[in-house]
């Protein structure tokens, strides 16, 4: 699978799917990254796409040296389910 990337232009971390993109929707503050909305292709979801996607994203976040607040329901389940991140939660 692609490397997640972070489209600035849209705020939105992006994956490449062999059925469109997954995305992830976000705001900026000056040093954190709120995740308002994460959305993979219908016809793809229940194959951990989404959590591919939040995870190259929180990676992203991680290596910029922001914080994450999680504004999406999937994202705070992703957290819950992965204390490695737990130092990202701002």
């Known amino acids: 699978m692609a490397a997640v990337r972070d489209n600035k ?32 292709p219908r016809a793809l979801r229940g194959r951990g796409i989404a959590s591919e996607l939040v995870k190259g994203a929180l990676e992203l976040i991680r290596a910029d040296g922001h914080k994450v607040i999680a504004g999406c329901g999937f994202v705070v389940d992703y957290l819950r389910n992965h204390p490695e991140y737990a130092d990202l939660v701002g």
Not at 14 to 29: H, K, P, Q, S, V
Not at 31 to 37: G, R
């Open 9 to 40: 232009a849209q705020q939105r971390f992006e994956l490449d799917t062999e059925g469109g993109i997954a995305f992830a929707n976000y705001r900026l503050t000056p040093s954190t990254v709120i995740i308002t909305h994460t959305e993979t």
